[in-house]
């Protein structure tokens, strides 16, 4: 079956970075993009951006340029997300979530189970 | 990119309906037909329920039922059953190859 299975949580202090993993099974990796989700607690969904593993395009959220970089590794059908200069603001639960491979379709049929990232002095 | 806009809460009694507004611009709503709709039961990933604005993915009851007029979009939960008791988030294609979320919904079964 179609998963996404995403790394364990993270504590990290502020200023540091973290990257979060997400592996992908039961499809063709290289047939989608991956979009990455985080939600604050007790706040709403906020994309933060999207990749294809088709050609390795990104697309990033104007609040977070600069901060964010999202590769993928097709050999391991892995996307990643990396976040620079953490803040206390960053602490959120962090999402995985399939997309198209060409555009961001707004279409997230299959998520992964979410990462804790707790920004803490 | 600013956030879609939603009720902060819904409700109804079992067996009732229940329809859920997400309030956008014509740059991403109005715009366009990729609107998707997400329930999220607390702790859990979210998961889709309606896309390109009224398509159920397999799976999905036709009680849920999503459709668009101008810039809003909504969702109706007909029947409602008490597992139907979560979060509700749209979604919205917003060009430049963006996507935005709605601000949430929490639907509760009286």
């Known amino acids: 079956q179609v998963q996404l299975v995403q790394s364990g949580g993270e504590v990290k202090k502020p200023g540091a970075s973290v990257k979060v993993s997400c592996k992908a099974s039961g499809y063709t990796f290289t047939t989608y993009g991956i979009s990455w989700v985080r939600q604050a607690p007790g706040q709403g969904l906020e994309w933060m951006g999207w990749?294809?593993?088709?050609?390795?395009?990104?697309n990033y959220a104007q609040k977070l340029q600069g901060r964010v970089t999202m590769t993928t590794d097709t050999s391991t059908s892995t996307a990643y997300m990396e976040l620079r200069s953490l803040r206390s603001d960053d602490t959120a639960v962090y999402y995985c979530?399939?997309?198209?491979?060409?555009?961001?379709?707004?279409?997230?049929?299959?998520w992964g189970q979410g990462t804790l990232v707790t920004v803490s002095s | 990119q600013s956030a879609l806009t939603q009720p902060p809460s819904a409700s109804g009694s079992p067996g009732q309906s229940v329809t859920i507004s997400c309030t956008g611009t014509?740059?991403?709503?109005?715009?366009?037909?990729?609107v998707s709709w997400y329930q999220q039961h607390p702790g859990k990933a979210p998961k889709l329920m309606i896309y390109?604005?009224?398509k159920r993915p397999s799976g999905v009851p036709d009680r849920f039922s999503g459709s668009k007029s101008g810039n809003t979009a909504s969702l109706t939960v007909s029947g409602l059953q008490a597992e139907d008791e979560a979060d509700y988030y749209c979604s919205s294609y917003a060009g430049s190859n963006s996507c935005v979320f709605g601000t949430g919904t929490k639907v509760t079964v009286l």
């Open positions: 014509s740059s991403d709503v109005g715009n366009y037909n990729y």
């Open positions: 979530a399939r997309d198209g491979f060409v555009l961001v379709t707004a279409m997230n049929d299959c």
């Open positions: 990749i294809s593993a088709y050609n390795g395009n990104t």
């Open positions: 390109e604005v009224s």
